[in-house]
């Protein structure tokens, strides 16, 4: 998309990260230590609104089936047990969906980093025929809503075997638009010094990119890899409709199948496991999540 | 390919050799795009205007052009009227209040505060992160009546909420209610970014001539933010336009079709193996995107 959105921010540094590096803004009058106390009231009842699913979803993760059919619901747990996590993984196969998530993120991201990146840098720095054309054609398909390509996607997949096996759940994703246009954005930051350096010391063109630029490519390939492993991790429609026996399903398959399934009166098993789905990217979240704001706060300049 | 460029300009330095690279690198993502991008999008196209079901996957040439039937077809379907009128519900609805809220929050967070600044951004937008499947779960719970959580707290201000999943009037809000929850903290992060380019000088500026902070929002924020706003807004109605996991993990459409919108009702038609009809709509679905999106950069634009 054509967005010509004036003002490149991101190139800054992000707030968060340095709170107190920065000169406290005096454009509110009269904040000048803290902010408004009743604003921080205000953020804390929203904050709490927000987050409060997320902590009953735990919380009730560990209770009983006859304590979570109470009226009115309980908050804390009366009786802590991590029963439904032992029968999560004893009796469903939630271990199995769990690796066949992980496999097709990771297999996902790495495809997107590397050929993406590829892409991005012959795009950014090199000189070639074809360039103007490959540059349209991929930012032309960034509009387009995914509910287009869906059905000869899927036709297409099942013409070529690859229904309910783990390669039909990744090959689709391997490359995305928006990985070339983030790459690319990042590569034509770098100096151009930095191929004429590499060739003089007589480096073939491929070692260029993969001994010089790429290592310079750390923020953007940690965004756009954070980026994809989420999205990945979360994709539910292409592997509810692919994966079609259960040694295939990836997590929010299982989850959201077992969840309308004839068991779906077990309240502490889908609540245990809505735990597990989100806590691995919590944990990922919570680790980088200077990146993950960047990188949403970078799609802005699209 | 790579043949062409070896001839191409002697004069430069390295120039085929630099031509060939280019397309070393650029060929694995090329072949990926052309298979599982370009294709599909082209073969949609096709597909809407022929007969094409499910079971025509093994003889593809069996399938006949039928030209614009699937359309007429699709818009003269009660049921997909239903769902144009819920979508455009959502988005209408949905879109101004995730702005809304999206917007306060990222004010709040740079003008109003300092300190706690990263834990407030992190809790906002957490539930971005999560699986849609996980968060239906557990707002399922929330919603139950009698007996969720909502309707609890609810009743301790003396309000009997509705039967929200179970009451066609209700489901929708509860969708938008879910949807922009989880959304807004997406549009804040960019909001966020957009405010912290807006210079701490114009507004000191502006305090000096006397504005208060609503005339300085007004006046210096708002006309410097129209970029940003343009981009969320648009971002935002795409993804809207395109409303589907919300009802399909929620309420399957239901009840009496309230919560069924186009893109579940394209999935429905996919389910049933009317392919070139879910393609028709599909293609109906990027019409309005384009309408849309192309109305709000006029809008927008034409005010700077």
Redesign the interface.
């Known amino acids: 998309?054509s967005?010509?959105?004036?003002?490149r921010?991101?190139a800054?540094p992000s707030?968060?990260?340095t709170?107190s590096g920065r000169a406290?803004?005096?454009?509110?009058?009269g904040?000048n230590?803290?902010?408004?106390w009743w604003?921080?009231l205000?953020?804390v009842v929203?904050?709490v609104a927000?987050?409060?699913?997320?902590v009953?979803?735990v919380l009730?993760s560990f209770k009983s089936e006859g304590e979570l059919r109470?009226?009115?619901?309980t908050w804390w747990p009366q009786t802590a047990s991590l029963d439904n996590y032992t029968q999560l993984f004893s009796r469903l196969n939630f271990g199995q969906f769990f690796f066949n998530s992980t496999a097709v993120a990771v297999v996902v991201t790495v495809?997107n980093l590397?050929?993406?990146s590829?892409?991005g840098?012959?795009?950014a720095m090199?000189?070639?025929?074809?360039?103007k054309a490959?540059f349209v054609?991929?930012m032309g398909?960034l509009?387009?809503?995914?509910?287009?390509?869906?059905?000869?996607?899927?036709?297409?997949v099942?013409?070529a075997g690859l229904v309910d096996t783990l390669p039909g759940l990744f090959?689709?994703?391997?490359?995305s638009?928006f990985g070339?246009f983030l790459m690319r954005q990042f590569i034509l930051g770098l100096p151009k010094d930095l191929l004429d350096a590499g060739?003089v010391d007589g480096a073939?063109?491929?070692t260029i990119?993969a001994r010089i630029i790429m290592p310079l490519c750390g923020p953007a390939l940690a965004t756009l890899g954070i980026l994809t492993f989420?999205g990945s991790?979360?994709n539910?429609?292409w592997p509810l409709v692919v994966a079609q026996s259960e040694d295939k399903y990836t997590?929010?398959v299982a989850?959201?199948l077992y969840?309308t399934g004839q068991n779906s009166t077990n309240?502490g098993l889908?609540?245990a496991?809505?735990?597990v789905?989100?806590l691995p990217?919590?944990v990922i979240?919570?680790i980088f999540?200077r990146r993950?704001?960047e990188g949403?706060?970078t799609?802005?300049l699209? | 390919m790579t043949a062409q460029t070896v001839s191409r300009s002697p004069g430069r330095r390295s120039g085929g050799r630099e031509g060939r690279a280019a397309w070393i690198l650029a060929i694995p993502f090329c072949l990926l795009f052309l298979a599982f991008t370009a294709w599909p999008v082209v073969q949609s196209m096709f597909m809407s205007f022929t007969d094409t079901k499910a079971r025509d996957l093994r003889s593809p040439f069996s399938v006949n052009i039928i030209g614009l039937d699937n359309y007429t077809k699709a818009l003269s379907d009660p049921v997909f009227r239903k769902a144009a009128a819920n979508t455009a519900y959502f988005v209408l609805v949905g879109v101004p209040l995730t702005l809304v809220l999206a917007l306060a929050a990222a004010i709040a967070l740079d003008k109003g505060i300092t300190r706690f600044r990263s834990v407030f951004r992190l809790g906002f937008y957490t539930p971005v992160i999560t699986s849609i499947v996980a968060v239906a779960v557990v707002w399922r719970f929330l919603l139950q009546d009698p007996g969720g959580l909502i309707n609890t707290v609810l009743g301790w201000v003396g309000i009997d909420g509705p039967n929200w999943l179970g009451d066609p009037n209700w489901s929708m809000p509860a969708l938008i209610m879910m949807a922009s929850w989880r959304n807004f903290g997406t549009a804040m992060i960019i909001f966020l970014a957009g405010l912290q380019a807006v210079p701490a000088e114009l507004h000191e500026a502006a305090a000096i001539d006397g504005a208060g902070a609503w005339r300085r929002f007004r006046h210096v924020t708002m006309p410097l933010l129209r970029p940003t706003l343009l981009f969320v807004m648009v971002t935002t109605s795409i993804g809207y336009l395109q409303v589907f996991e919300e009802p399909f993990v929620m309420t399957k459409g239901g009840p009496l079709d309230s919560t069924i919108t186009v893109s579940y009702n394209t999935f429905q038609q996919f389910g049933f193996g009317n392919y070139g009809l879910a393609s028709a709509m599909s293609y109906l679905i990027f019409v309005v995107i384009a309408i849309v999106t192309a109305l709000q950069f006029r809008l927008l634009r034409e005010r700077t």
């Open positions: 998309m967005v010509d959105t004036a003002p921010p991101v800054q707030r968060g990260a709170p406290p803004r005096s454009g509110m009058v904040s230590n803290g902010g408004h604003l921080y205000v953020l929203a904050l927000v987050i409060a699913p997320f009953w979803m009730g109470q009226v009115p619901p495809g590397v050929f993406c590829m892409l840098y012959a795009l090199l000189d070639f025929k074809g360039k490959i054609a991929v398909t509009m387009i809503p995914g509910v287009v390509t869906f059905v000869p996607l899927f036709v297409l099942a013409n090959l689709p994703f391997l490359v638009p070339v060739r073939g063109e491929l990119f989420l991790w979360n539910f429609l997590l929010p989850l959201a969840a309240y889908l609540l496991g809505s735990t789905v989100i990217i919590l979240f919570l999540q993950f704001i949403i706060a799609t802005g699209k």
